[in-house]
């Protein structure tokens, strides 16, 4: 398994600030990650940065609230792409998901799915804020609209990934779908346990101590 291809190195703090943006691309080359995921605002930067590797550039929308119109959210995917954005990872509206506004949900992914113009989609839940059968619909919303991942948390919501959400999700995606777990993912033992539930990939900002604890379990 080559773990480091499942992580997303990540730093959204608001005050993460030009040289932090370096050093995560120099650490992501370094250990081969899968991504960076930065603020929209740091995607042309990390783009020139990782000019000539294979880590992709992640970037986000509508974040953390979720609570951007679906003509916002749309516009950030366009701006981000030409801004040399590989992934987006969007936030659902999740007041309309708590009142149980599917059409609307899908109507936003679809929007985003299609200014992403091909580019990888995560839809992220923010699951922390939402019921199992909340959870449910969201995850097939999200099928119907084409995205290619749905993602439990920003990491900013009053918690993270779980288990079970994990679980729920990876039973209710279409087969050319897949699962990224993000929020709270520390340690080796947190990205393994997510990935055995069926995560494919992990966002987290303590990539290299999970990649480091992994290699020093490998014999490496």
Known sequence: MKLNKMIDHTVLKAFATSKDIEKLCNEAIQYDFKSVCVNPANVALASELLAGSDVLVCTVVGFPLGANTKEVKMLETLD??????????MVINVAKAKEHDYKYIEEEIRLVVGAAGGHTVKVILETCYLSEDEKVACTLAAARAKANFVKTSTGFG???????????????ITPDMEVKASGGIKTLEDALTMIKVGATRIGTSSGIAIIEAYNQQEGE
């Open 80 to 89: 981000a792409v030409k801004n040399g954005a590989d992934e987006i990872d």
């Open 158 to 172: 009053t918690g993270g990934a779980l288990v079970t959400d994990v679980v729920t999700m990876k039973a209710n």
